[in-house]
């Protein structure tokens, strides 16, 4: 899937603004962003339940914006604020979906796989939520889609259902299935994605590897001394950016941690100094979603971005 | 078609039967207003027959005004409708699907009710059964399109009652669908031409005891109407929950509303708003509809009420009932203008005296007979008695006769009931359809 140069406005804001991504099959894309960043907006467009002001979508080689119900067939999703009719049971929401592709007699096949089989005759209103989220999950694999869009897939789960749900979406990488999902777990984002997407008010502003993000990012070098050190000193150090003291000690930030040590031991030696206490501090995820929004990942938000009145 | 679409209809038919409040608001309320119409014209001849236009379109009215747009805003609320939009079809062909449901479900509730006022007060069938249909049809694309403006304007569940209320109430209570056109003051007679109720009960009604197909005017008001509502309701249907209206939907609102002005001022133009020419009801009353009439349920002639002395050998005169022969021939009401309520004025005089219990009840009613008998043409006589017995809440119904003795009054509802079965009495016997004992 290829989004290039992807606007849309709601009016005079600005909800998302040249965004432009790929993802390749068998590869999963985290979506991550503050409230209001354009996640939402961003996926409905791919989905086509939001038509863009410009840009182009190609979903497995056909322009989504051009031919949106065909692209639909490719196309496997769970959103958010979606539901179902209180009596509707698993097996009969299946083969409706399913019905609309030509594949209802895959409902059993696909109770069986997200281990719905036990609840198949039971209304939509006696399931538990974990169950609900599981036949969300089966009605976008009801067309054996290319692309899967999962819109917070384990918002309000329980740790044990998030991680059976974890094991699933990974599985979809297996069998080679283009993944864009969003979610407001940093942890589910580095244990899931290959590449994650930063989105901050409207713009992508960082489209990496969870892993070299986090190396991509400064580290705090935190110690104390015996005596006072002198802060012209603290910044010779090498690859140090900054440097401040408190705490009754430095907190040096740095970009490569190892190297600012060793020359901070140096330093230290050569004064006749003595460390009374040293740690590293590395970046996670999390402080560097902070460090390129300003703001922290907060609890699974609503579509709050999107949606003229 | 996506063969997804025939699911989907076939879905919503499913879980409507699993909703309890569904079969309630479908089912059993239609059934309620057929039992309370028959005791409330409980001395229609037939029974019900008159009213079964009014009938269908309480349920036709009620499913469209609350059933619809209750499933379709509680779905879109819930977000299903969110999850629709991601299936490789057009959300309106979704919509049709639904509409399609919804016309069947009306449509058995409908059915129901036939069976139930044949099986239970013996209603006769429709007369001309593929006008019904012909107008049943017509009637729910007219009222369905009203409601999918209705499930397009109310934002959750409670604002469809609402907004299902201001359509329905008017139509029921002013609209000449449940209280008939007969009995509203002239000027809610004429704000009943702006509403499409009354032309929804005229196009039914004609297929159960009318000519037949239902006047041009009716289909074409109704389709106009219900056209501008379901065009007005496409346009501002909304998907997704919690998203609100902008100013363009007044704008809608009120192009949909213009068939209602333009329909009201063409019935009103073209005379159809002026109230029916009551002289000459009596007259309409066609053959068809006079075979329609039963007999079989009518008190015997000795009974308590409306008691019939058998025929007289001497004219009357051992029992002393010559002389009132005399006073009755003699009588004003029984020489009004209008044969038809002449004839209702003088079958009043058996009913008042059989209320009145009077010693001579079952000879005056045999007077009363015997002097019809001989002063009218029998075709007329014949449409005459059928309008009293069709139509007991027509005309006027005397209730006292000073000049014949009547001199206390009695209840005029109970007249006009009493009236209705002497009439049929009458009419049997001068049909040969009640054999002498």
Known sequence: MSVRMLNKRYGSVAAVRNVSFDVAPGEILGLLGPNGAGKTTTIECILGLRRPDSGAIMIDGIDALADRDRAKLRVGAQIQSASLQDKITPRQALRLFGSFYGTSAKAGELLERFELSAKADAPFDTLSGGQRQRLFLALAFVNDPTLVVLDEPTAGLDSRARRALHQLIAGMRTAGRTVLLTTHIMEEAHTLCDRVAILNEGRIVALEEPDELIAGSNSKVIFRTARPLDSAQLGSLPHAVSSRAGGGGWTVVTSDANRTVVGLVRLVEAGGNELLDLQIHRPSLEDVFLELTGRPLSAPEEDKESGPS | ?437
């Open chain 2, 1 to 437: 078609m996506n063969p997804g679409l025939l699911q989907h209809f076939l879905l919503t038919l499913r879980l409507n039967f699993r909703s309890r409040q569904s079969i309630v608001y479908g089912y059993l309320v239609p059934v309620f207003f057929l039992i309370a119409f028959a005791s409330v014209f409980r001395t229609d001849s037939p029974l019900l027959l008159p009213r079964m236009g009014q009938i269908l379109t309480i349920s036709i009215l009620g499913g469209a005004c609350f059933g619809l747009p209750t499933a379709l805003v509680a779905e879109r609320e819930r977000g299903v409708w969110r999850r629709y939009r991601l299936l490789p079809v057009p959300t309106g062909s979704l919509v049709v699907s639904t509409l399609a449901a919804r016309l069947v479900i009306v449509a058995s509730a409908a059915a129901l009710q036939l069976a139930l006022a044949r099986i239970a007060f013996h209603t006769p069938f429709p007369a001309h059964p593929l006008h019904v249909l012909l107008g049943f049809i017509v009637v729910c694309l007219s009222f369905l399109g009203l409601g999918l403006l209705v499930a397009a304007l109310a934002e959750d569940v409670p604002a469809v009652q609402a907004l299902g209320q201001c359509l329905f109430l008017p139509m029921i209570m002013i609209g000449g669908v449940a209280v008939p056109l007969s009995v509203l003051p002239s000027w809610a007679q004429i704000v009943s031409g702006f509403m499409p109720g009354r032309y929804a009960v005229a196009a039914l009604q004609s297929g159960f005891d009318g000519s037949g197909a239902g006047h041009a005017f009716d289909y074409l008001a109704l389709l106009l109407i219900g056209a501008a509502a379901g065009a007005a309701g496409i346009r501002l249907f909304r998907w997704e929950p919690g998203r609100r209206l902008g100013r363009r939907a007044l704008i809608w609102v009120g192009a949909s509303l213009l068939p209602w002005i333009a329909v009201g001022l063409a019935a009103g133009t073209t005379g159809r708003l002026n109230p029916p020419p009551a002289p000459a009801a009596y007259q309409a009353i066609g053959d068809r509809l006079i075979a329609s009439i039963t007999y079989d349920d009518l008190p015997g002639d000795n009974e308590l009420a409306t008691p019939l002395a058998p025929p007289f050998t001497d004219g009357g005169r051992s029992s002393g009932m010559d002389v009132f022969a005399g006073k009755l021939k003699d009588w004003a009401p029984g020489h009004v203008d209008d044969a038809g309520q002449a004839v209702r004025n003088l079958i009043c005089v058996a009913s008042i005296a059989d209320l009145a219990e009077d010693p001579r009840e079952g000879v005056i009613a045999r007077t009363v007979f015997t002097y019809l008998e001989a002063s009218y043409r029998e075709e007329d006589l014949r449409k005459a008695l059928a309008w009293v017995a069709l139509y007991p809440n027509e005309g006027t119904a005397l209730t006292m006769a000073p000049d014949l003795g009547f001199v206390r009054p009695v209840g005029e509802d109970f007249v006009r009931e009493r009236s209705a079965l002497y009439a049929r009495k009458f009419l049997g016997r001068l049909l040969g359809r009640i054999k002498a004992p």
